[in-house]
Structures are given as structure tokens and as C-alpha cells.
């Protein structure tokens, strides 16, 4: 533990009170933690380039939890029974309340192959992202979209893929979205 595991500054307002009042007291960190049920895909040989597929997808109410960031985790097994060569996008989307269509949270990560699997080889495909742009009070949806970005594509399947997030209060930033 360093010097500064405890320090809190006291002059600073962390959360308001929805009646304009300020709290007198550390706010507490509310967390909270969900996970998708395990979702699979088939990607069949010679998919065109651009289609997607969404095996997982979770729902998460921060009703609570003052100025939330979110973890989201993605972890999958990808299994080709008759060799894989091609290139797949992993991207992670949101949708809140009052929004029209999904917002791309973090970067695409890449599944790659030049050279086909061998048969009935498996291969663990995972990665996190951190969403610290989320309103107080809000509900979201968080989706994994795979999309082939590749003109030849011999087919696989994504199993067990899940979602799994833990969300707390960033109790050393104020409550204002």
C-alpha cells in the first residue's frame, strides 16, 4: 500500500444530491458485476465480406452507481473442423436509452489467419475494454459484433462466447455527465 492509497480530498464535491445539496461523506463505490450466457456462432465457408454475426450480448442498469466505468470482457473458443484462412473484426457496441443506433466502444481486435488451421483446431480469443463514458442511471446494452473482413473465408465457429462486466463509481470524479 503507498502513501497515497487513502487520500481523499475534502474540498471536493464527488457526487450532488438530486435536491442541489452536497453529500458531507465519502460516497460509497457501488459495484456491480454481470455476465452474458455463454452464446456460438457459425461463420459458414464463403461468407461475404462485411456480414456480421453477434454471439453475445449483455444488458446493464447503473441505476446507483455514481459517474460509472465499466470493464467488459469478451473471451471466446474458436474452433475450425475444416481449416480456417481469413480475417475477422471483434467490436464491441453500446446502445442506451434514447439512442438510435449502437456506438462502437474501444478499438476492433483482429482474428487472423494466412495460413488455414489445421483441422479441428481450436484456437482462445479474448480481450477487454475499459467504457468510462456512461451517464449515472442509465441502462445499456453491450454487443460483440464479428464481421468478415475478408473475400475468402473457410468456415469456423466462435463457441462459448461471453460478455462479462464489472462496473464501479469513479468516486474521484465528479457526477455530471
Do not use: H, W
Not at 463505490?29 to 454475426?53: E, H, Y
Not at 464491441?92 to 483482429?110: D, E, H, L, W
Not at 477487454?128 to 449515472?136: G, N, R, T, Y
Amino acid at each position: 500500500m503507498n502513501s497515497n492509497s487513502n487520500y481523499l480530498d475534502s474540498s471536493f464535491d464527488y457526487c450532488r444530491r438530486p435536491d442541489g445539496g452536497r453529500k458531507d461523506r465519502r460516497p460509497s463505490a457501488n459495484t456491480l458485476m454481470k455476465c452474458s450466457s455463454p452464446g456460438s456462432v457459425i461463420i459458414p465457408a464463403l461468407t461475404d465480406t462485411g456480414s456480421t454475426f453477434t454471439p453475445a450480448s449483455l444488458t446493464l442498469n447503473t441505476n446507483g452507481i455514481c459517474n460509472p466505468c465499466t470493464r467488459i470482457d469478451f473471451t471466446s473458443n474458436i474452433t475450425a473442423p475444416v481449416g480456417f484462412l481469413g480475417t475477422l473484426s471483434f467490436q464491441v457496441y453500446k446502445q442506451c436509452r434514447n439512442q438510435m443506433s449502437p456506438v462502437p466502444i474501444g478499438p476492433a481486435f483482429t482474428f487472423s489467419r494466412t495460413l488455414a488451421l489445421v483441422i479441428g483446431e481450436s484456437s482462445t480469443f479474448s480481450f477487454f475494454i475499459c467504457d468510462c463514458d456512461s451517464c449515472d442511471n442509465d441502462c445499456c446494452t453491450y454487443s460483440l459484433v464479428i464481421t468478415n473482413q475478408s473475400a475468402i473465408v473457410v468456415g469456423l465457429t466462435v463457441n462459448n462466447a461471453t460478455l462479462s462486466a464489472i462496473t464501479t463509481s469513479q468516486i474521484c470524479n465528479p457526477c455530471n455527465c
